[in-house]
């Protein structure tokens, strides 16, 4: 068990809607990293977050968004939502924002867009 | 462009079977190099950070090495329950907390 938890686990749902996805740091962790992960592109980094602010920004599509709250838990809302959308959104966190910590993964949530 | 290239794609060993995985990388400049794994269903594990040239790091049957180009993860006398996919990753300055991934080799250990 990483310390990293993400829910939902499982998501369905249809073209042209908006999701949430959210995720807690291990415990004592400032840093939040989404990432996508998708059969044809592997995992591909979308956004880091350190302590509420934004820190390094990967190909997120503007229809994605993010944020990291006071508690440091974090969200990352997908709308308007394409079948490519389908894909595992995993969440990492590291202790530091630019130090070469490890980044722990969560178990991700498995998108499905019908 | 910074990018990170895995072989083989695929590799069945038998249980005692040693080998070798390769993760090739092209950085402006290395931060840290890093490899996970990853089992079905699940998120990625954290194995080991390289940071330089000639550096070694060892848990259980897995030893992993860095060269200025790539990165080798050798397994010595797997077990079926080494079986996984290792992905390896590049962390470069400039670029914040931002991981590069490989694609990955599949690992498969048969009794």
Redesign the interface.
């Known amino acids: 068990d ?1 310390g ?1 938890t993400q829910t939902p686990k499982h998501l369905i749902t249809a073209t042209g809607q908006r999701v949430t996805l959210r995720c807690s740091p291990r415990s004592g962790d400032l ?1 939040v ?1 989404w ?1 996508q992960q998708s059969l044809d592109q ?4 979308l956004i ?1 977050y ?1 302590n509420g602010e934004e ?2 920004k ?1 190909n997120i599509l503007e229809r994605f968004s993010a944020q990291q709250f006071p508690d440091l838990h974090s969200e990352l809302n997908l709308s308007s939502l394409e079948l490519g959308d389908s894909a595992l959104y ?1 969440c ?1 966190s ?1 202790v530091g ?2 130090e ?1 910590q ?7 949530t498995r998108l499905s867009i019908l | 462009e910074d990018q990170v290239t895995q072989s083989p794609e695929a590799l069945r060993l038998q249980e005692g079977e040693s080998s070798s995985l390769n993760c090739s990388y092209t950085v402006s400049g290395l ?2 190099l ?1 490899w ?1 794994r990853q089992d079905p ?6 194995l080991f ?1 390289l ?1 330089s040239a000639g550096e070694e790091k060892e848990k259980e049957r897995l030893k992993a090495t860095l060269t200025k180009k790539e990165s080798f993860l050798h397994i010595t006398a797997p077990k079926p329950e080494d079986s996984a996919t290792y ?1 390896c ?1 590049v ?1 470069s300055y400039n ?10 080799t599949e690992l498969s250990v048969k009794p």
């Open positions: 990483s990293v840093s990293y990432y592997g995992l591909q980094f880091q350190y820190r390094a990967g995993f990492a590291s924002g630019t070469n490890p980044q722990h993964f969560g178990d991700g | 931060r840290g890093f996970y269903g699940k998120g990625p594990e954290f950070t940071y992905l990753a962390r670029q914040g907390g931002k991981l590069i991934f490989g694609q990955g």
